[in-house]
């Protein structure tokens, strides 16, 4: 974890392996931090600030349950990592618009039925349709 002052923090779990856990943690020394024992010891996986810019807004992630190494973190854009956070790259399809920044993805619930407000839940293929009018 980042020495002094700690801004807020958004943290997962993964469903892969429970010891694995995700950070995004504003301070000064802010980015996407990493736990593979269960939160004992942190290691900084990225420091981009496109991570992080804005916590008071963001600062949401959620851990894919079924890969250990790959973490959505919800910023400006739509992020997703396949290397434990090392690298990252933005969903295009996605826009804040789509997902409510207090929102967390789940990856098995089924779209709602045609003219509801909904969202597809598999983060790359997300859609959007509206009330009808």
Do not use: C
């Amino acid at each position: 974890m980042p020495a002094g002052l700690i801004g807020k923090v958004g943290i997962t779990v993964s469903g892969a392996n429970s010891r694995r856990l995700y950070a995004v943690i504003e301070a000064t020394a802010g980015g996407l931090y990493r736990s593979d024992d269960a939160g004992d010891s942190w290691t900084l996986a990225n420091a981009h600030r496109d991570l992080w810019q804005r916590a008071f807004y963001f600062n949401r992630l959620v851990a894919d349950p079924k890969n250990v190494d790959t973490v959505y973190i919800l910023n400006f854009e739509f992020l997703k990592s396949t290397d434990a956070g090392a690298t990252y790259h933005v969903i295009p399809s996605a826009t804040i618009g789509h997902i409510r920044a207090g929102s967390q993805p789940r990856f098995d619930q089924a779209p709602r039925p045609s003219g509801q407000k909904s969202h597809e839940r598999r983060p790359e293929r997300l859609r959007h349709a509206s009330l009808p009018g």
